[in-house]
């Protein structure tokens, strides 16, 4: 019987190393995912910054945009009316 005791406590050891190491483990993946997932919800100066530059270049644009149909209504309207005048025009 005592044969067995030694053989014994040295299975247990190892047993007891990997059932910590088990469980802790998803104790270490948690902790691991509340600092990606307070670092994803967090936003730096910089990045901030490069929301701002974004915003305005996107409002930049669209202005630009906008007065360019603008202009080229305007020249439309102008040709129009050039048209009209010169149909209405006596000769």
């Known amino acids: 019987m005592k044969f067995w005791v030694l053989p014994l406590g040295l299975l247990l050891a190892g047993c007891l190393s990997t059932v910590a190491t088990i469980v802790t483990a ?8 509340i600092n990606v997932a307070v670092d994803s919800v ?10 701002r530059g974004r915003a305005a270049r ?9 007065a360019k149909a603008a202009e080229k209504q305007a020249r439309k309207d102008a040709q129009e009316r050039l048209k009209r005048d010169m149909e209405m025009a006596p000769y």
């Open 26 to 33: 998803p104790v270490k993946i948690v902790g691991a995912g």
């Open 42 to 51: 967090t936003t730096t100066q910089n990045e901030s910054d490069e929301d």
């Open 58 to 66: 996107k409002r930049d644009e669209a202005e630009a945009k906008a």
